[in-house]
């Protein structure tokens, strides 16, 4: 994969009067872990599912190997895995139905079994029978993290992949993420707990109500004030 | 792309690279239409089979309504054959709703639907997957109803007529899965999705509830579709309704 994968082009997005993305633009790499900041509200949820391309930009694109996503439809959603907020499965079904219904959308053989293998690996083998409404947060957060992986995505989109995991999880999720993207793969997550997502990251994006205000590696971040800015312990600029 | 960690060879390893094979072997292959439908179809009755619930509330609300309008009229044959296309077709409209607004919930809990629209498959096959469910639940629950109706109103039908009446309910019914698959898209994706359901599908139906009324009263009481042009109005609505629909699904659902 070329570098600049993944290019944000003037990306603005408004839900009706209130402009959540403000003209960002930026060229992630491929082989690159990226590491998302920034406060509630600042539109880390917004630009994941723009990247997704669950929502389209009000303007600017999205740009994957320099084509537009939006003309690239189910050929750019096979490249991704995406993890978000919502769980975006069947609270009705069980674990092992999502997965393997999951798993025969995106093309993948024998589904069933590699749906089990993926409830294994997770931790999940126990409860692939229950329904997922049953499930715990942690648990349905593991489940969702299998979804994302199931397919072998060339892209991860991660946002706050940590959230509701125990120490077990997290630090298998940390396992799965460092096996899964090879040195072509590109990984960008958000976190609330910056020293978590700087464990597999190399480099951060910080967005400010909708402007991405800085980017760099961790020596930048640590330079830029960022976490003061982050627990409101600073009101400088960064640029 | 998956890789292959440098030391050990565990099992998580081995899942995660059986993954990338598999991403490698169907590498940008986009899923088809059909495909997509299929996958859509069977989950949805894996669901049903599993909690049966929409198929119990549908087959429950027949079963009141028929009691009630049986109790409620005290008809001779004849006139039981000219009133029953009517309750009929009624009972159907309100059993349609009681079985969109379900789907509806299924779909909304855990916000599916955002799932099925990240999927690598034509947004066109999650609609006509809708449909298809849809339409089959819609289908069972008139096999309870219809010899229901027939029972408690003492009606007695020919073969024919038995035959020509399945047409009309399964031309009807594909009207009233079409119209109500879509508009159930666009209330799990508006905020007043459930106003716009109803201001939407009660008049989008009208003509197929006039086409299907009209034409199972005239089966019923000639045992033939009449030569005039309900049958034509009934499969052009069913017709239009699709094209335009299904054209339409992805921009509805987008955002």
């Known amino acids: 994969m070329a570098k600049g994968a993944l290019e944000l082009k003037n990306v603005s997005k408004a839900i009706g009067s209130r402009r959540i993305l403000k003209d960002v633009s930026f060229s992630f790499e491929s082989g690159r872990r ?24 009000t303007s600017g694109a999205v740009y994957y190997k320099h084509l537009n996503i939006a003309d690239l439809n189910g050929a750019y959603s096979q490249e991704i895995g995406f993890l978000s907020h919502e769980l975006g499965m069947y609270e009705e079904l069980t674990g092992l ?4 219904f999951f798993a025969e959308l995106y093309g993948v053989r024998q589904p069933h079994t590699r749906a089990l293998e993926f409830l294994e690996l997770l931790g999940l083998r126990f409860f692939a029978h229950e329904k997922v409404k049953s499930y715990s947060r942690g648990m349905k957060q593991r489940l969702a993290i299998a979804k994302a992986l199931l397919h072998g995505p060339k892209i991860l989109l991660l946002d706050e992949p940590f959230a509701g995991l125990d120490l077990r999880g997290t630090s298998l999720l ?11 793969g590109l990984l960008i997550l958000s976190s609330h707990d910056p020293e978590l997502g700087w464990q597999v990251a190399d480099e951060f994006l910080y967005l400010e109500r909708g402007v991405l205000l800085s980017h760099g590696d961790r020596a930048r971040y640590a330079e830029k004030t960022i976490e003061q800015r982050l627990t409101g312990a600073a009101d400088v600029g960064v640029c | 792309m998956l890789k292959r960690p440098s030391s050990s060879d565990s099992p998580a390893q081995r899942t995660l690279e059986s993954a990338n094979a598999d991403a490698a072997r169907i ?15 069977k989950k949805d009755l894996a669901y049903e089979l599993q909690n049966r619930e929409t198929l119990v509330v549908l087959t429950v609300f027949s079963l009141v309504v028929v009691f009630i309008f049986s109790f409620a009229f005290d008809l001779a044959e004849a006139e039981a054959k000219r009133l029953l296309p009517g309750l009929l077709w009624m009972t159907i409209l309100f059993a349609s709703v009681l079985g969109f607004s379900k789907s509806m919930a299924f779909e909304r809990r855990g ?6 629209l990240l999927a690598p498959i034509p947004k066109e096959a999650i609609f006509l997957g809708k449909v298809m469910s849809s339409l ?6 008139e096999l309870v109803l219809l010899p229901l109706f027939f029972a408690f109103f003492s009606i007695k039908a020919s073969f024919t007529q038995m035959g020509l009446l399945v047409l009309v309910l399964l031309l009807g019914s594909v009207g009233l899965a079409v119209v109500g698959s879509f508009l159930a898209a666009i209330c799990q994706v508006s905020r007043q999705g459930e106003i716009l359901f109803s201001l939407g599908y009660f008049p989008l139906v009208i003509p197929i509830l006039i086409a299907g009324t009209t034409l199972s009263k005239s089966v019923l009481e000639t045992s033939q579709i009449p030569p005039g042009p309900w049958l034509n109005v009934l499969i052009a609505f069913d017709l239009i309704y699709a094209v335009v629909c299904l054209w339409v699904f992805e921009y509805v659902v987008e955002d």
């Open chain 1, 97 to 100: 139905q999502n997965l393997a």
């Open chain 2, 27 to 41: 590498s940008l292959a986009q899923r088809g239409l059909l495909a997509g439908a299929w996958a859509i179809l």
């Open chain 1, 174 to 184: 940390m396992e799965l993420i460092r096996w899964a993207l090879s040195s072509e």
């Open chain 2, 111 to 116: 916000d599916a639907l955002s799932g099925l």
């Open chain 2, 136 to 141: 089959l639940f819609l289908l069972a629950s």
């Open chain 1, 34 to 57: 990226y590491l998302l900041l920034g406060a509630n509200g600042s539109g880390k949820t917004t630009l994941f599912k723009v990247m997704a391309g669950l929502w389209r930009p």
